[in-house]
């Protein structure tokens, strides 16, 4: 499903350039769930932008589903990024004007799906994330919980290939975090594939797999023992 | 190319961010208000200027006389010229084929009575030709015509103002006015577009009144048009050689500037001409320096909307929009903004001006207004000025990376 291999990327700060990313090899098959660890400043987040096609690695090789990523036009990298992936954030990252089926509706609209396709889709994946009944709700008017079941719904609406999950827990209390995470173990469980960061040890083992960085390159890769989040809940 | 859901999208943004839209659009609206009351301003000035001098044909020649102020041929200084008849037979039959229409005029103050009424009015006596060279429009009935004159009837033309003060509100024409003891008959009633002044001159045949009131043939005045084919150059050396004929004819020295004063309209309309441009040229620097402020006004905000989008436009794009559609977006949102802005202003403006227009007059500002060209002429400016305002935010907007959009703060 996805290929890394010997991926590199620095940042320029001021004279000097901080390298991030020292070669990085990484192979997640389909319907893996993996979590990508490390402290601040470990490459983690830099990782998953290069992933998610908003950022570009300065060499090595990333191809998704057989499909090579380099060298993309700003155009190409949009349609890759409608087609393949879903994004769910630490900040859920929603629209604040738009109401909930708008929210989700609108990777829909970039796919160029007709108004009435697009509202159906929509209210089906805000019914399988459960909040059917505040289609029409405004983000202010929904609790943590909420908004980031709706950036999930918003996720999945496009049917990507795979979800990029970037502290998807980071914002929200214990009890929600682990309603979140079954959630996100149920979508697994159906096939999806999915990549986590987080820097929470709890969350992590509720995936199959921890990936763990520190200083750019990868210390460890370990298959663990799913902790079902269900049973917190 | 017309996309529903690119103008859902836009109507909602706009509509979602009431404050932020209508502050934008509140520049736009007052540069465009300030720019058509200055517009209709300057054009109410040009107004009156135009009227203060179009009250006579631009092309007029006017002949005065005086007294001489230098001895001449054993004549002395300070003796009186007078024309007469002759003189103006003389004009007319010598510069036939420059002359296109010519008469004299004799200047009397009269008591005009009516019934009750009564009240002092200038006279003129004039030629037929008068009319055309005043620019009279008679309305009523008919002018002075050269059966008046052959046969000294005693009638007059009117202005409006004489019949609304003295008849009140009665028809006055085929009544009888008592001019300073004689009755004559009205047989026309006119209006002036030079103003008050005009609509209160009595006209009267120019025979009748040397008759009358001094039985001579003595004339105040010559008024003429030159031949509307002859160029300026032409025109002015015309009267410079009217000037020297007549000086000649009656003996006065050629440097004598006050015994025979020839007044050439064609040197004031040049000049006229040359000050409307001038106006004309302030008015457009003025009115494209308000647009430009303007334009920089919706530039600036929409940059700072773009600024404040920017979490929004990275949302946006790492779901898959193309750059294209948020240049679009910025771009549409802008010129709607500026358009709809732009109208009220020009609107509002024009309101102000139909409010305020009338009680202007008293600043030399007449009719001010705007006209249907420019209001064509504005809305193409406004889509422009929207596309200018909005492209370089909106390239911004385009350029924007979703990773630093969504960067976590």
Redesign the interface.
Known sequence: MLKIHQLQKSYPIGDSSLHVLKGIDLNVEEGEMVAIMGSSGSGKSTLL?II?M??EADSGEYILDGLPIKDLT??KA??Y???FLG?I???F??????NAI?NVA??L???GLK?KERQELAMFHLEKVGLANWAKHLPKELSGGQKQRVAIA?ALA?NPKLLLADEPTGALDTKTSYEIMAFIQQLNDEGKTILMVTHEEDIANMCKRIVRLRDGVIMEDKKVNQVRAEQYV | MFDL?LWR?IF??IN??RTRSLLSGFTVAFAILLFTILFGIANGLQNTFKEAFVDDASNSIVVNSGRTTKANKGLQAGRKIQFKNEDFNYIKEEFKDKVEFITARVFKNVKASYKGEQNNYDLRAVHPDHQFLEKTKVYEGRYINQNDLNNRTKVIVIGKLIEEDLFLKTNALGKYINLNGIQYKVVGIFTDDGGDYEERQIYMPITTAQHLYGNNDYIDQVRLTYNPEMNYDQALSFSTLLTKKMKDRFDVARSDQRAIRVRNMAGDSKKINQMTFGLSVIILVIGFGTLIAGIVGVSNIMIFIVKERT??I????????????IVSIILIESILITAIAGYVGLLLGMGVLELVGPSLKTYFIKDPGVSNSLVIGATVTLITAGAIAGYLPAKKA?RI???VA?R?D
């Open positions: 932008n998610g908003l950022d700003e155009k949009a349609v990024r409608n087609k994004f954030f630490q900040s990252n929603l629209i604040n004007y738009k708008e609108l990777p609209y970039y796919q108004r918003r496009a | 859901d999208e909602q943004s979602m961010n979490k929004e990275g949302i946006r794009k790492a779901l898959g929009a193309s750059p294209r559609s385009s990376k979703p990773i969504l976590n």
